[in-house]
C-alpha cells in the first residue's frame, strides 16, 4: 500500500482505472422504468401494427441513463449523432459513446503521462484521442453496414421486378423483399412495410429509410418510385432498369477497387514503416529512442512526425478514393 503511496505513476494509473470504472457503473446502472417496460411488452404482444412504436420506445428506454441526459444536454443537435448511431446496426445508446470517449481518454492520458509526456501536451492529445477513436469506429461500423446494404439491394430490387410482373402490388413487394432479403435490407424493409401499415405514404417511408441508411441506391429508389407514380408508365420495366444501373455501379465499384489494389497496398506499407522502425530500435537498441520521449526538443519533432504522417496518410487516402 505504501508502495502504491510513494510511486506516483501508479497512484495515476489506479485514480484514472478507478474513474473509468465508476463512469461505467453509472453509466449502466440504470435501466428503463418498470411502466416503460411494461408498455413495450403490451406493445409487443399486439403484433406488427405495434412495431414502429415500441421501437421507439426502445430507443427512449435506452436513452434514459444519467450519461444519456448528459450528452443530451451538451451536444447542440444529438439527434444527429443518434442517427449516426443507428446506422452502425447496433444498440449504442449516447451515454455509452460518451462514455467509451470519455474511458479512452483517461487510458490515453495515462499512457502518455507514462512516457513522460508533460501534461500540457498529453491533455490535447488524449482528448483527441478520445474523441477520434469511437468516432473513427461507429463510422467504420456504419460503413460496414452500407456496404452491406449496397451489395444486397440490387437482389431485393429484382425480387421486387418479379413480383410487380406476377401482379402484386409495390407495397406487397416490399413485405417480399423484408421476408426474403436477409438484413440490413430485409430489417430496413420491415420498418418501410410497418410505416406503410400504419398509414405513412410510400415515399416517406422509402425517405426515411434512406435518411437512415445514408446510402444513395435507396434514394435512386424514392426517385424512380416519385416519378413513375407522377408521370406513370410501366414501375416493373422502371425498376428493372434501375437494377441494371446498380448492377453495373457495383461491377464499376469492383473494378475499380481492384486497380487501386497497388497504390493501397503502397500506401499501408510506408504508412507502417515508421512505427515497424520505432518497434525495431526499442527492441534492439532503447536508449537510442529515449531522448525522443524525455525532452522537450524530442517531444517536438514527434509531434511534427505524428502531424507529418498524419497528413500524408490523409492525402494518400483521398489519391486511392474514388466516388462513383
Not at 95 to 118: E, K, M, N, P
Not at 261 to 274: T, V
Request: charged share 20%.
Amino acid at each position: 500500500m505504501m508502495r502504491l503511496f510513494d510511486d506516483p505513476k501508479l497512484l495515476l494509473i489506479s485514480i484514472g482505472l478507478g474513474m473509468s470504472l465508476l463512469c461505467l457503473f453509472f453509466a449502466f446502472a440504470d435501466t428503463p422504468n418498470d411502466k416503460q417496460a411494461k408498455r413495450l411488452e403490451r406493445l409487443r404482444q399486439r403484433g406488427k401494427d405495434a412495431v414502429l412504436e415500441a421501437l421507439q420506445l426502445r430507443r427512449d428506454a435506452g436513452d434514459k441513463t444519467r450519461f444519456d441526459q448528459m450528452v443530451r444536454r451538451m451536444m447542440p443537435r444529438p439527434e444527429l449523432l443518434r442517427e449516426r448511431l443507428y446506422r452502425t446496426g447496433y444498440d449504442i445508446s449516447l451515454g455509452g459513446y460518451g462514455v467509451a470517449c470519455l474511458v479512452i481518454g483517461i487510458v490515453a492520458l495515462l499512457a502518455l503521462i507514462v512516457f513522460h509526456l508533460s501534461l500540457l501536451i498529453a491533455l490535447p492529445i488524449a482528448v483527441l484521442i478520445g474523441l477520434w477513436i469511437p468516432h473513427f469506429v461507429v463510422g467504420y461500423l456504419a460503413k460496414r453496414r452500407a456496404n452491406k446494404f449496397t451489395n444486397a439491394f440490387p437482389e431485393a430490387i429484382g425480387l421486387m421486378v418479379r413480383g410487380l410482373k406476377s401482379g402484386l402490388p409495390v407495397t406487397e413487394t416490399f413485405n417480399i423483399v423484408a421476408q426474403e432479403i436477409p438484413d440490413p435490407v430485409g430489417m430496413e424493409f420491415r420498418q418501410v412495410s410497418d410505416q406503410i401499415r400504419l398509414g405513412h405514404p410510400v415515399e416517406q417511408s422509402l425517405w426515411d429509410a434512406a435518411k437512415r441508411i445514408g446510402t444513395p441506391e435507396l434514394k435512386f429508389l424514392v426517385v424512380a418510385l416519385s416519378i413513375q407514380r407522377e408521370t406513370g408508365g410501366n414501375l416493373a420495366e422502371t425498376l428493372e432498369n434501375l437494377d441494371n444501373i446498380l448492377r453495373r455501379r457495383r461491377q464499376m465499384r469492383l473494378k475499380i477497387r481492384a486497380m487501386s489494389s497497388e497504390a493501397r497496398a503502397s500506401a499501408m506499407i510506408i504508412g507502417s514503416l515508421p512505427f515497424a522502425v520505432i518497434g525495431i530500435l526499442s527492441i534492439m537498441s532503447p536508449d537510442y529512442l529515449t531522448p525522443l520521449f524525455v525532452t522537450v526538443t524530442g517531444h517536438k519533432i514527434l509531434g511534427l512526425a505524428v502531424g507529418s504522417m498524419t497528413t500524408g496518410i490523409g492525402i494518400m487516402a483521398k489519391l486511392i478514393r474514388f466516388d462513383i
